[in-house]
């Protein structure tokens, strides 16, 4: 078995001549075989995999059935596994979302927080109203998580809690991707109130390189997720979010979802490969130019960025009468 290759993600912030900030960057690339074949400082490192476990999370509701019932499609699925930017069409599917199973946006345990999106916040503020729980990021997963608990019969109160027949199959599933023994899965709690899970960065590498791989089967939960993604990368992220502009600029080549603290997990749907990338100090203008940096590397990526991609590669640093006075770029 040859040897994994050995990357340097690692970003810097720099201010005139001087490197002023070093983020380091860990990552594991998993092939179509299970085999890791590319990293970058320790995969072993254990860290909460956030909101890119989100495609796992929702499979439960596809395979039982009740997403086909409810008469639910791409949008809905879309959403599910977003990290959205509260703009007017995300708000407006997950108050859909709830109203097909007869519930509000109360009933949501994740708290509201200003859109993600430079165009949300655009829109909200114009309009004179308040953030709601529909603006959170994580209102799509939260509406899903309520209609998987609502069409099994099981309470709707404490959906998000650990002990929760909603939670405990979706660590079932994560368990079940990754390889990872159920029981050597941690939970804590997430930013949006439900469960998060953790476990080593190989096997949530891993378990996206076997989702590329079960995609490939269109009939699948994997399939049907990745076509969903591919195909409303807009109800992904957002306008300006970097997941959307990725898909779009690759044609749903690569799926990638974005994780609070620095952790970013990839599909690379045409080489079957997965990879995750944790930023150590949790910074994400240092994520998105790892993930860019590794998908280069792959091959997935060109070396000449398309302009939109390059923008989150290497950031002017700007100081506040708006002079260039550094960048934020990789190292290598």
């Known amino acids: 078995m040859s040897t994994p290759h050995l990357l340097d993600l690692d970003v810097i912030a720099t201010r005139g001549d001087l490197i002023e900030s070093r983020h380091r960057v860990h990552a594991a690339v998993v092939d179509s075989k299970d085999v890791l074949v590319a990293h970058a400082r320790d995969t072993s490192m254990v860290t909460h995999w956030r909101s890119c476990a989100k495609p796992f999370q929702v499979m439960p509701l596809?395979?039982?059935?009740?997403?086909?019932r409810l008469g639910w499609g791409d949008d809905q699925l879309a959403l599910a596994c977003a990290s959205h930017g509260g703009e007017p069409e995300h708000v407006a599917l997950a108050q859909r979302m709830l109203h097909d199973i007869g519930m509000e946006e109360g009933d949501?345990?994740?708290?509201?927080?200003?859109?993600?999106?430079?165009?949300?916040?655009?829109?909200?503020?114009?309009?004179?109203?308040?953030?709601?729980?529909?603006?959170?990021?994580?209102?799509?997963?939260?509406a899903a998580m309520l209609a998987r608990a609502h069409e099994a019969g099981w309470?709707?109160?404490g959906y998000e809690r650990a002990e929760h027949d909603v939670q405990r199959a979706c660590h079932e599933e994560v368990a079940k991707w990754s390889g990872v023994p159920k029981e050597q899965v941690g939970r804590a709690v997430d930013g949006c109130g439900v469960v998060v899970f953790t476990l080593p960065l190989e096997p949530m590498a891993r378990a996206y390189a076997r989702f590329a791989a079960a995609a490939r089967d269109t009939q699948s939960a994997a399939g049907r997720i990745a076509h969903a993604m591919k195909t409303?990368?807009?109800?992904?992220?957002?306008?300006?979010?970097?997941?959307t502009l990725l898909i779009q600029e690759t044609q749903g080549r690569v799926i990638a979802k974005i994780g609070a603290e620095g952790i970013h997990s990839v599909?690379?749907?045409?080489?079957?490969?997965?990879?995750?990338?944790?930023?150590?100090?949790?910074?994400?203008?240092?994520?998105?130019?790892?993930v860019l940096r590794v998908l280069q590397h792959l091959g997935a990526l060109p070396a000449l960025l398309p302009p939109k991609l390059e923008e989150f590669m290497r950031r002017p640093l700007r100081n506040t009468r708006n002079e260039t006075v550094g960048e934020v770029r990789p190292v290598a």
Not at 62 to 68: A, K, Q, W
Not at 232 to 243: E, K, N, Y
């Open 62 to 68: 596809l395979e039982s059935g009740d997403f086909d």
């Open 232 to 243: 409303r990368p807009m109800l992904v992220g957002g306008t300006d979010r970097f997941d």
């Open 155 to 157: 309470p709707t109160f």
């Open 108 to 142: 949501l345990a994740c708290g509201p927080h200003e859109p993600l999106a430079q165009r949300g916040q655009k829109v909200l503020r114009e309009s004179g109203e308040r953030p709601t729980r529909l603006h959170n990021n994580c209102s799509g997963k939260h």
């Open 267 to 290: 599909a690379w749907l045409d080489g079957g490969m997965g990879i995750t990338v944790k930023v150590e100090d949790g910074a994400q203008r240092a994520q998105f130019p790892a």
